[in-house]
Nanobody, 115 residues
C-alpha cells in the first residue's frame, strides 16, 4: 500500500509558474510509474504527465513544452513543474502511483490560474 500527499497548489496569474510535489510513503519500492492528473469542474479527470520507473515521460498535448514531470527517488517524491500557466489549467491536480496490485491516488491540490 502507498500513501500520497500532494502540495504546492495555489492561485497564480496567467503566465506564472507553480511546482507541485507528491510525497509517497509505504511500499514505494513497488511503484512502477507515477502520474499527475487533473480534473476541472464538470469535466472528466485527465492525464497531465506520467513518468515510468525507467524515467520515460509522457505529456498531454495541452501541456507539452510548459510542464515537466520529474522525481527524486531519494525523497520518494514526484514533481510537476508548471510554467506559462493558462486559465484553462485551472483544476484539482491529483498524483497517482501505479503498482502491480493497482493504483493509488492522493487527495488532490487546487490550482487556480487567473486571467
Amino acid at each position: 500500500q502507498v500513501q500520497l500527499v500532494e502540495s504546492g497548489g495555489g492561485l497564480v496569474q496567467a503566465g506564472g509558474s507553480l511546482r507541485l510535489s507528491c510525497a509517497a510513503s509505504g511500499s514505494t519500492s513497488s511503484i512502477n510509474a507515477s502520474g499527475w492528473y487533473r480534473q476541472a469542474p464538470g469535466k472528466q479527470r485527465e492525464l497531465v504527465a506520467r513518468i515510468s520507473s525507467g524515467g520515460i515521460t509522457i505529456y498531454a498535448d495541452s501541456v507539452k513544452g510548459r510542464f515537466t514531470i520529474s522525481r527524486d527517488n531519494a525523497k520518494n517524491t514526484v514533481y510537476l513543474q508548471m510554467n506559462s500557466l493558462k486559465p484553462e489549467d485551472t483544476a484539482v491536480y491529483y498524483c497517482k502511483a501505479v503498482l502491480p496490485v493497482g493504483g493509488y491516488w492522493g487527495q488532490g491540490t487546487q490550482v487556480t490560474v487567473s486571467s
